[in-house]
């Protein structure tokens, strides 16, 4: 039986927590602004720092409670549940179980990042935008293997073509775009705007294609749908597409605020006196831009739809129209992990 202590990060939770749920989460899910505090929650930096003890601890504290063996009796009791479900959730695969390794865990995406786009918003020449493409479609390879849905995982060599395709594509639109904005040579802010958006459309085509890419077999096979109780009843390949087109949507919006805003923002201190005076602090200032766009947009973005999502019964195929659960009730509603 684990302790009850408290050993590793938590989250901000000086307002009256509901009671604890297994299966549930601490915002309400059904609503955007509940999925947001959600995935900020555990997309927070801070969790990088938890070790595999604190994790195992929390692990076996949820395991206790499942058991019986801890009741859910007091306050305190309540908040460790909560921030051992927030370590767990942050650090484990939905569906396998397994430890999600550091570099492909939401937490850490901010700090991974921002050497990235911070070089993406910067370098001018050729073979600069060339290879901070190329850094930023690996990264978010490995965030697709950590965190895909995992009915059918695709092997290796789809895995290799959707990096070649998704660097080609980045590399091609990012390269002739620049070329473009080059000849076009418009003053001011909308110069500004002009440059920001050749890694913006950039990064998100490349994005949705390496999506399609890596997640082309789903839609021939399908993934697996659940009852709201976690009851496995079969594979789906109209949830597949419902996943893949909402997951694509996220890529579409997730560079804008990530990438345009920030380079927005540097356009117009570049502007003022304020570097002139001080030209040391403006490569802090821009990392400071970045990671906080980066801290807001994701868990915004991510946020558009339920990491665990769900459709109608009867929006899928036939054979899970008139289904019953395990208890003989009718299941109306199926749910699906929705992938990164």
Known sequence: MAALK????????TETLPPFNAAGSLYNQNTYTGRVRHFMSIFDPKLCTVTSPQLEHAKQLLKDYASGDIKNNSPSVNQQLWNAKRITDSMIHPQTGDVIPLYGRFCAFVPMNIPVLTGMLSVTSPAGIALFQVLNQSYNVLMNVCNANKTNPPPPWKIGAAYAGAVTVSCSIALGLDRVVQRLKTPGVWGALARVLVPYTAVATAGCANLLFMRANEMQTGVGVETESGESVGIS??????AIFQTCLTRIVLPG??????GIIMSALDSSS???RAPKIRLPVNVAVIAGCLWGALP?????????????????????????????????????NKGL
């Open 274 to 276: 304020i570097f002139k």
């Open 237 to 242: 390949k109209s949830a597949a597409k419902k």
């Open 300 to 336: 915004a973005a991510i946020g558009l739809f339920p990491q665990r999502a769900s459709v109608d019964a009867l929006d899928l195929e036939p054979e899970f129209h008139n289904r019953v659960d395990s208890r003989g009730q009718p299941i109306s509603k199926l749910f699906y």
């Open 257 to 262: 605020p990530i990438i345009i805003v920030p």
């Open 6 to 13: 408290s050993e590793a990060p938590s989250a901000n939770m």
